[in-house]
Structure formats: C-alpha cells, structure tokens
C-alpha cells in the first residue's frame, strides 16, 4: 500500500533536461527502539532549482520473539494480540504520515500444568521471528512555499516513531510472557532539479543600499517573460542564514531602471541581509545572492558590546536607555541559546555580563516592558 500527498511534477523550463538528486538510508530498530532522527542535506540554491522534493519511507515491522509460560496447575489455552503504528513527521508532511496494523491475534495454544522449571517444557510456547508489517509511505511536495524551506547548506530533518502495544491471556490461572518487536525502515529522499542555466528570467544588477539610518533601498532588474507567472519576494534575515518575506512585489510593478523596494529596520541595530526570490507559479524558484548592510532603529535601545572582538569577557555599553528591566540573550550561528538574563538598568554606563569561548554570536537586548529589541554582532577570539 502506498499513501500519496500533494503529488505532481514539474518540467524544466524551455526544454531542458530535468535531472534529481537522491538519498537513500536503511536504519535497523532494534527491539525495544521506538523513536530515531534522520536527516538530509538541504539543496544549494546556487547550483540549480528545485521543482519538488520526494520522501519515500519503507516500514518492514517484525514480531521478533513471543513467548508465554503457564504458571498455574492446571493445563490453560494461551493466545496474543499485537498492534503497532509507525509516523513519519517532518518538513514537507502535513502533521505525519504514518500506517500500522492493529489487533493480529496469535493462537490458541495448548499449554501443559506449570512443571516447576522456567522456559521450557509443554506448559511453555515461544515463537520465532515473523513479519506482521510491510508498508510504503510517500510524500511528494511541490508547492513553491514549502519547497523554499529545502533550500540552504545545512540539513532537514525527520522524526520517525513507532507505537507498539500487545496482550496475552489464558483461560484461567496465570501465566508470564513477552512480545518483542523490531523494524527494518528504508528512507528514500530525492530532488527534482533543473540546471541554474535552464532558468528562462534570472535577477540582474541587484543591489542594496542605504537611505537614511534606518531605511535601505533594495533594487533589482530582470529580463521580462511575458507567457510566465511569477512574482518576487524581498526576504531578510539578521544573520545571513535563516531569512523571511518582507515585502511582495508582482512582475508588473518595475520603474524606468527596474525593480525597487525600501525597507524599515524593524529589527534594532545591527547588520541586515536581503536577498530577492523569483517564485514562479509552477514552483519554479530562484534567489539572487545575498547582500547587507548595517541599520539602526532609532527609536529602539541602543547596545554597544565592549570590547569588540573581545577575547572572551563581553561587556555592554548601554545608551539611549533612561531605566527600565531587560532581558540580554546571546547566542550562536546555530541559532542556540548560550546567555539569558534579566538585568535592571539605570541610566547609560557599561556593565559586565560574561565570557564565552571562541566564535561569532548575536546578541540581543529586549526592553521587557515595550518589548522593543536591538541586535548586535559578537566576535570572541
């Protein structure tokens, strides 16, 4: 049985030869393992385009032992149940996917009087290894919203989980026993590409610049395909990794000299990067490099981080800042947490918070009462 979402493909635009790029794993759960991660690598914008991403999941469930012992005097009949459930929940999948089978039922067995000795003898049944469950689960996505998340350098990442419940009995008495169970579970995960050349209107002479000490004008041509839907996205992130949509632009809204759009530091001081994505209505999608510049909100406390680079100790310089409570969190290019404190500040001065190892970071500085933020970069040597 195969369960299929959102299936459909893409072409390569004008005739070009579309090409994948596969993953395959195997992973082996032993008995008594119900849950594992599994990841693959993201897809470099810069080599190319993705058109839809497939994830193919293969569930081999095994019962590998059952075994029952008759405790009582007297001769008994011993059956068992058994059900599992088996998920697969990640990017791409709406809430998990996932197959099992519920309710098997083993016997009846005849079991003898208990002789007094343990596992073994007639008032004993055990049974081998046997396969109860063979499933595939594929999920196809192509919608260019959720394709965007495949694109990057780092990984995704899926949660893979089984539930297993079984129960035994016999016709009067008592009698001891166990289930135990295992999978064998095949992952399948592959791109549907076409070659960066293939791409029919690529982003030219894009550009980024200052206004004013808060504003940026981001700029941009292209070469116009009048038989092709598509629309821009201006999208910014403050650490060059992990970026979101801030304006929307349609193909029909460029100047005499292109494509233009100003932006509104909304995120504190500090440097912002932007890149621009061409989002075609088949899910064809294409970014231009990234660039940035330094911003500040005026309105926003101010941070400077003293020294910087440091060789460790960070301290702050606070300014623009009368009194008030705030919360300081650093973290690192992974986007983890490794400071957090609330600190009660009056009027501007430099205070000394704590050290660090070696690496780049971020840190920020949230007012706790309007919730207003500024961001600045951190080099420890």
């Known amino acids: 049985m195969v369960a299929v979402f959102n299936r459909g493909y893409s072409q390569c635009p004008n005739g070009q030869p579309a090409g994948s790029t596969a993953y395959d794993t195997t992973i082996k759960f032993g008995a008594g393992v119900v849950a594992t991660q599994f990841k693959f690598p993201k897809f470099d914008p810069h080599t190319g385009m993705v058109t839809c991403v497939n994830l193919c999941v293969t569930i081999k469930g095994i019962i590998d032992s059952v075994a029952m012992e008759n405790l009582s005097s007297a001769p008994q009949t011993g059956s068992y149940n058994y059900s599992r459930r088996d998920t697969v929940s990640g990017p791409g999948i709406p809430t998990f996917i996932s197959s099992g089978t519920n309710d098997l039922n083993f016997g009846p067995f005849p079991l003898d009087a208990f002789d007094g000795v343990l596992g073994s003898g007639t008032d004993f049944y055990s049974a081998g290894s046997d396969t109860v469950l063979t499933k595939v ?10 394709i965007a998340d495949f694109y990057g350098t780092d990984s ?15 016709t009067g008495g008592s009698a001891s026993a166990f289930v135990l169970s295992s999978a064998l579970v095949n992952f399948h995960f592959s791109y549907c590409t076409c070659p960066s050349s293939a791409l029919p209107l690529n982003i030219r002479s894009f550009n980024v610049r200052k206004l004013t000490a808060d504003k940026a004008e981001i700029t941009w041509s292209g070469f116009d395909n009048p038989n092709a839907a598509y629309h821009y996205e201006i999208e910014m992130s403050r650490d060059g990794n992990n970026f979101t949509s801030v304006g929307t632009q349609s193909k029909t809204e ?8 100003v932006y ?30 330094e911003l500040e909100n005026t309105d926003k406390p101010k941070i400077n981080i003293f020294p910087n680079p440091s060789n460790g100790v960070v301290g702050i310089k606070f300014a623009n800042i009368s009194s008030g409570k705030f919360l300081i969190q650093i973290s690192n290019t992974q986007g983890q947490t490794v400071f957090s404190k609330e600190e009660e500040i009056v009027g501007d001065g430099v205070r000394y918070i704590t050290t660090l190892q070696r690496g780049m970071y971020w840190m920020r500085l949230i007012d706790v009462t309007s919730h207003l933020s500024c961001v600045n970069q951190l080099l420890i040597k």
């Open 254 to 261: 460029f100047e005499a000299n292109g494509y233009k759009f």
């Open 137 to 146: 689960l594929c999920v196809n996505i192509n919608d260019s919203a959720t």
């Open 156 to 170: 995704v990442a899926y949660n893979y989980h089984i539930t297993a419940n079984a129960g035994w009995g016999v």
């Open 264 to 293: 509104t530091a909304t995120e504190g001081s500090g440097d912002y990067y932007f890149r621009v994505e061409q989002l075609y209505s088949s899910g064809y999608v294409r970014f231009t490099d990234i660039k940035f510049i």
